[in-house]
């Protein structure tokens, strides 16, 4: 599997256009049923909105799916999903309430309203890319910490808080390949003595 760029959490913008409020919320899904659930939930807090117009891409199954909700076709789902295909974005929902202020927008002002508020909320939005990552774990002398940690940091591992007991226990995510010169350098370390734990790929924002 190969990385890809996602989101964390949630992200929330709101533009105003010709008395529409255009509220967008994005989240991370990484399954329909997952994406199904938040968009029932916008939809539960915004029950009075005239539309709450979506579009979602999945890693599983390659799967991309929009609804225009309500609206003239292709000026509102279609929008969304193409911002969120211009950021590069998988495993992400974008869903975009609007209730309507009394004055037609056309279809040309509802792609850019949609466009612009898709956009608004990936913006707002922790973007952070998912790889296959390792992990890694070396216990010490404390003598030998500092050092320890050093090469934990030169291989580009995010290192976890110290574990202080009768040994310092180090734990470190790292991303995979980037492992490779660490047994040695611990051997080198600690005159063989050390011999670090590295776990089975797996996938995890770094």
């Given amino acids: ?21 255009f509220i967008a919320n994005a989240a991370f899904v990484d399954s329909e049923e997952k994406a199904l659930e938040f968009l029932n939930s916008i939809r539960a807090q915004h029950r009075t ?14 799967r991309m799916r929009y609804s225009d909700d309500g609206e003239p076709a292709k000026t509102a789902g279609l929008p969304v999903l193409e911002s969120i295909q211009h950021a590069g974005l ?9 209730y ?31 790889r296959a990552c390792l992990k890694v774990t070396v216990q010490v002398d404390y003598s030998l ?9 030169g291989a580009g591992a995010q290192v976890e808080e110290p574990v202080f007991a009768d040994k310092v226990t180090l734990t ?5 390949g980037s492992e490779t010169g660490l047994p040695d350098a611990f051997r080198e370390l600690s005159r063989g003595a050390v011999v670090p734990a590295i776990s089975k790929p797996f996938y995890t924002p770094f």
């Fill in 100 to 130: 309507f202020g009394g004055i037609l927008l056309g279809t040309g002002g509802l792609v850019r309203a949609y466009t612009e508020s898709a956009a608004s909320a990936l913006r707002a939005a922790k973007v952070v890319t998912v």
């Fill in 90 to 98: 998988t495993d992400c929902i974008v869903v975009v309430t609007r």
């Fill in 1 to 21: 599997m190969q990385d890809y760029r996602t989101i964390q959490g949630t992200a929330t913008a709101e533009i105003e256009e010709k008395k529409s409020r």
């Fill in 172 to 176: 470190a995510v790292l991303p995979q």
């Fill in 49 to 62: 909105a005239r539309h709450n117009v979506y579009a979602y891409v999945l890693r599983e199954g390659s």
């Fill in 145 to 153: 910490y500092e050092r320890a940690m050093l090469i934990l940091q």
